[in-house]
């Protein structure tokens, strides 16, 4: 049975998918996972990628992922999703994966900023207007209450911030100056968020630079940061970020178990550094897949 993009859209949804997600990388942190580092095929003459991305969570499945960055008129990413009968290893669906990454990568960040920003956090920065910053925006209005948004972008922020009533800035220190929550969502391989123009308590979701040799945050980031990430095994061979950084405070499921400290004060700085792993993406399939099952979309 095959899911499109539309088919996902109606059967997946942010508010199921910030627990899932949550439970997911409690797991994963835990060792109750299996999960292999992400496997990338560059496409060189194209200037792309291809990820292979399998685990077995419970549920068995596999995420095919291509990220061309410099796409215009379509999407940079593309997947497909695999699910697995986990008792005979038969194929029980295959569903579009585009939407699937961008929700889940939205409602991971929404974890993380339920444990770390502070309580209180009343306006939002988001760095991009493209899908990220659009799932990013619904995603954390579940978590807190903004008072203000604003967004700053090279390219399309206007007319993001005309759909849902956002106040654009002139330029991306403009919008994070005074802060609760920043995101980072851009295609950038340079930093585009500097530690300078940041307040003492802010949290930020930087989700954006996933090789090794690409940069979203400056030193100075990454020095004042407490940072956090999915996982360290993929974190420190797929971020540029924590490569440079060369530190992890904890990874969010040991903060989710409570084995690891969250915020310690008002005033620390919190980073969670987003890579994408595997077993969001399969157990995000697998509520699709059930939803399906219980509506008769699919049939047992």
Not at 34 to 58: T, W
Not at 118 to 138: M, T
Not at 151 to 162: C, D, E, I, K, L
Not at 178 to 192: E, I, L, N, Q, Y
Request: glycine share 8%.
């Amino acid at each position: 049975m095959f899911l499109n993009e539309d088919e996902v859209r109606r059967l997946l949804r942010m508010e199921q998918l910030i627990p899932a997600m949550e439970q997911a990388l409690a797991d994963l942190s835990a060792g109750r996972m299996e999960q292999p580092l992400r496997v990338v095929v560059p496409v060189a003459e194209h200037k792309g990628f291809l990820g292979v991305m399998p685990a077995y969570a419970g549920a068995l499945g596999a995420k095919l992922v291509t990220f061309y960055p410099n796409n215009q008129g379509v999407p940079t990413h593309h997947a497909l999703v695999l699910l697995f009968k986990p008792e005979t290893g038969e194929p029980l669906a295959v569903m579009d994966g585009r939407l699937i990454t961008e929700m889940r990568t939205a409602a991971v960040s929404a974890v993380a900023t339920r444990l770390l920003a502070l309580s209180d956090a009343s306006v939002l920065a988001i760095l991009g207007a493209g899908v990220q910053a659009r799932s990013h925006l619904n995603a954390l209005r579940l978590v807190r209450s903004f008072r203000e948004v604003r967004v700053w972008s090279p390219r399309n922020a206007g007319t993001f911030a005309g759909q849902f009533h956002l106040r654009v800035t002139a330029s991306a220190e403009d919008a994070v100056r005074g802060a609760d929550v920043v995101v980072v969502a851009t295609t950038s391989r340079t930093p585009v968020l500097c530690g300078e123009w940041l307040s003492p308590g802010t949290h930020i979701n930087a989700v954006g630079a996933v090789r090794p040799d690409w940069r979203e945050l400056d030193d100075a980031v990454l020095s004042r940061a407490q940072i956090y990430v999915e996982s360290r095994e993929a974190a420190s061979s797929e971020s540029g970020d924590i490569i440079a950084g060369g530190k992890v405070t904890a990874e969010l499921g040991e903060v989710i178990a409570g084995a690891r400290p969250g915020r310690m004060s008002s005033q620390d700085i919190t980073l969670f550094k987003s890579v994408g792993v595997a077993v969001e993406d399969v157990m995000a399939a697998n509520l699709v897949y059930r939803a399906a099952l219980i509506d008769g979309t699919i049939s047992q």
